[in-house]
């Protein structure tokens, strides 16, 4: 985790700012590179350009590395090449082989950069069922069935909150994972463009999968604020619905013993 990136990315040793040499992989994960964002205004000139990997590491530095959040697809999408590079494998055939089919899904293939990088964080194409069964995985910790698919521990280290929103300080950041209470429930949650969700509650032995389809313009007039009011109020509903049940199994297994 605290491998500096520079050992897949030598060109970055050539950088004016050496701060690029420090970058890790944790630091990509958490979206602490350090790197100006290639998100919003500056996404349609990322995806325009000839080589999506060289134009983000070419973002100037807008903070030190492993210090505050900067969200960027670009980050995520240097992640793809690492593993592109560390596996000899694309990332839709690595994701294939170690997630996909051991949980029982296909994976489409989804958008490639110029050099035929896998889009990092953007794109993957998941029906609601697929994102539940992403879900169940997480909901537990790395099992599917009787297989240990994903290790347990990466699990819990990708929710653990490591850093947070500068646009909301209730939002938290793990490993690629948001982290968030809902309705009263603590969330970790996978989240898409557009307000597409995977959320896991353990607490509740719950997973919620949400889809929309939404614009930037729709995200600004609160869309995402209503979404989250809207699943606060199931959550909480679910939590007296399943404590409930659970009372009323105890008193009918106390009556049986009476």
Known sequence: MDTPIVRWFPELRADADTRKQAITIEDLLTMR?????????QYGAWVSSPNWV?????????SDPGSSMEYST????ILS?????????TTHQFAVETLATPIGI???RWTRDPQGIYLGGNEMLMTPRQMVELGELYLNRGRAGQRQVVPAAWVDASC??????????DREYGYGWWSQEIGGYRACFAWGFGGQ???VFRDLDLVMAVTSSTTISDERRGYRR?????????TATFAILSSSSDHSDADRQLGSRR
Do not use: C, N
Not at 33 to 39: A, M, N, P, R
Not at 74 to 77: D, F, P, Q, V
Not at 84 to 89: C, I, L, V
């Open 106 to 108: 296909t994976l489409a």
């Open 54 to 62: 060289r134009y983000a590491l070419r973002r100037p530095m807008a």
């Open 33 to 41: 590179s350090g790197l100006g964002s290639t998100s919003g205004a």
């Open 81 to 89: 090449a690492i593993l592109t590079k560390a596996t000899g494998r």
């Open 74 to 77: 670009g980050t995520s999408h």
């Open 226 to 234: 209503q979404l989250f009011e809207l699943i606060g109020k199931l």
């Open 197 to 199: 969700y995977v959320l």
């Open 160 to 169: 653990k909150p490591r850093t947070r929103s500068r646009w909301d300080s």
